[in-house]
């Protein structure tokens, strides 16, 4: 079921009957959410772009994504990128997605697909800890490559050649990370208070959290789009949505313990 290759110049472990291709991510621990250190380097990206409000809604939904915490995970692996159109057809053959510009494009799944989808997957949704921790990539800033505002480079959706777009990947070898919007196991809860150390998603009834989204909104048309390829950005689903599902790391093949900047 599962084969190790090199994608993207990489290890990498494929799902032979699907293609699915994923990335071990070590175990380890980070500080997740949204710091002090990350919001003041929004507001010198604002003040550099000569923007003296445009933020401010951003700023007022920070809480969100706070109080920052430490988390620490086991290892695992991850979707490279979020699922295809064509993949997702493994599972829903009869599959239909009027965003994809092809087989090779972002699924991109409304309710009750994504209810088919996650039935009939033999994988599982992160938590939105997981999908944080793999997206920093052992960063503390504002994404992977600093505290720079993200460039519309990072935004990826077509994936028909697996060796391309190894430029756009993180240390652990994750691409399009924070791009389409991408679903997570954990209901939606504004803050990390009383959240789980360990990266157990929250359950309950309700919406799930979302991650990402950037590509959902391109072409970009000046309305701070960028925000939404932040590590720590996180609101609650509606409609639409991506998914890069988790696995076990195969038996017999642990990973070193990672540590994460401070």
């Known amino acids: 079921m599962w084969a190790q290759e090199i994608v993207a110049g990489r290890p990498a472990w494929r799902h032979t009957p699907s293609g699915v291709v994923f ?3 070590p175990g380890g621990s980070f500080r997740m959410g949204l710091s002090d250190a990350e919001l003041a380097a929004v507001r010198a990206i604002e003040r550099a772009d000569g923007a003296d409000d445009d933020l401010e809604p951003f700023f007022a939904g920070a809480d969100q994504a706070r109080p920052v915490r430490e988390v620490r995970l086991e290892p695992f692996l991850i979707a490279r990128h979020p699922l295809t159109v ?6 829903l053959p009869e599959y239909e997605d009027s965003f994809a510009a092809s087989d090779s494009s972002t699924a991109r799944l409304g309710d ?4 088919d989808l996650l039935r009939m997957l033999p994988f599982r949704l992160p938590s939105e800890a997981e999908w944080e921790y793999a997206a920093r990539a052992g960063t503390a800033t504002l994404n992977f490559r600093g505290d720079d505002r993200p460039d519309e480079d990072q935004v990826l959706d077509d994936f028909a050649d697996e060796q391309r777009n190894s430029t756009t990947e993180n240390t652990f070898g ?4 924070g791009s389409a919007n991408e679903i997570c196991a954990d ?5 990390f208070k009383d ?4 990266a157990r998603p929250r359950t309950g009834d309700g919406p799930r959290v979302v991650r990402g989204g950037a590509g959902d909104l391109s072409p970009w048309q000046g309305c701070n789009e960028w925000l939404l390829l932040l590590s720590a950005t996180r609101y609650e689903f509606h409609d639409f949505t991506a998914v890069r599902p988790v696995a076990p790391v195969p038996a017999g093949q642990g990973h070193a313990e990672h540590r994460s900047e401070t």
Do not use: K, M, S
Request: glycine share 0%; proline share 8%.
């Open 23 to 25: 990335r071990a991510v």
């Open 86 to 91: 064509a993949q997702v057809r493994h599972w």
């Open 112 to 115: 009750d697909d994504l209810d």
């Open 174 to 177: 994750l691409t399009a990370t």
């Open 187 to 191: 209901v939606w809860i504004p803050h």
């Open 195 to 198: 959240a789980p150390v360990d």
